[in-house]
Structures are given as C-alpha cells and as structure tokens.
C-alpha cells in the first residue's frame, strides 16, 4: 500500500476533529459550556507561563484574528488574565486564571487515562513516540517546502517526472 501526501494530511485534519470532540465530551462531563475546544488548546499552550499574545501565536500557529476572538472570550469568561503593557498600550501579556488552571488540570485527568489505555505498555509507548516523530517529521518537511518553495534539500530525491509535475 502506497500512502500518499494527500492522505497524511487528511488523515491528521481528521485526527484534530475526532481530538475536538473528545474535549468537547470532556468539558460537558466537566460541565463547562462556556469555552471551545479551540480555546482549551490555547488555554494547554499558554500553561503555567506569562507571555505575549504575539508568543503564543508563535508557539501555537494560529492565525491572528481567530487567536484573538478567542482570547477575548477567555478573557471574558474569566480563563485569562490579559494584562496591557504600560508602554506599549497595544500589547499584552496574558496568563492563565485560577479558573484556567483547574479547567486544564481537570483535562490533564482525563487525558493521562486516555493516554494509559492507548500506550497500553511498552510497545504501545514506542508506538506513540514513533507517531509522534513521523508528525514532527511531516511538519518540518512542509514547513520546509512553504519557507523555500520546493522539496528541501534534506528531502529523499524526486524522479524528475514527479518534479515536472509540480
């Protein structure tokens, strides 16, 4: 079976979807109504850290509008402190409240037991790091490919009809 590049990436966008329903499970058992799965990822990549919007858009990927629309209702439902800076009213320093934090430590119990049934052991825990590198691995090649405009270098050669297709 031959897996092509199309299916790795449709492959991962389904995986985020089947992940955003989880937490949505998740923070009705909880009884949250009030925040999105989107907003419980920023609330795991701010974590125990104080940092700038422009930081977490850095760290998260996110795009700016969408970043921020959330960060507003984070703000507004008492998830995130945001903090304007004194000289330069323009940007802010966010971090989480006490409410952000017991939301993600709820999460993060619910999470370690899903990770305990899916490493199921030894072999399963290689299996996740091996997942886990090939993602990485996956990310930096397109990373790569966008920052450059082509197959990087470190890329396994291309026969020159898969090239001239491009």
């Given at each position: 079976m031959t897996v092509t590049h199309l299916e790795l990436a449709n492959t991962v966008e389904r995986i985020y979807r089947r992940f955003a329903d989880l937490l949505r499970v998740d923070l009705i058992r909880l009884g949250n109504d009030d925040i999105s799965p989107a907003q419980v990822a920023l609330l795991?990549?701010?974590?125990?850290?104080?940092?700038?919007?422009?930081?977490?858009?850095?760290?998260?990927?996110?795009?700016?509008?969408?970043?921020?629309?959330?960060?507003?209702?984070?703000?507004?439902?008492?998830?995130?402190?945001?903090q304007v800076m004194a000289r330069d009213r323009r940007s802010a320093r966010i971090?989480?409240?006490?409410?952000?934090?017991?939301?993600?430590?709820?999460?993060?119990?619910?999470?370690?037991?899903?990770?305990?049934?899916?490493?199921?052991?030894?072999?399963?825990?290689?299996?996740?790091?091996?997942?886990?590198?090939?993602?990485?691995?996956?990310?930096?090649?397109?990373t790569q490919t966008l920052r450059y405009g082509g197959v990087p270098a470190s890329a396994p050669m291309m026969t020159s009809e898969a090239r001239n297709r491009r």
């Open positions: 795991f990549n701010i974590g125990d850290d104080e940092l700038s919007v422009r930081d977490l858009l850095d760290r998260g990927h996110y795009m700016g509008s969408n970043a921020s629309y959330n960060l507003k209702q984070l703000v507004e439902s008492g998830y995130i402190e945001r971090k989480l409240t006490e409410k952000g934090h017991e939301l993600c430590d709820a999460l993060q119990e619910f999470h370690e037991e899903y990770h305990e049934a899916l490493s199921n052991g030894r072999d399963g825990e290689a299996e996740l790091e091996n997942a886990l590198h090939t993602l990485r691995r996956l990310e930096e090649f397109w």
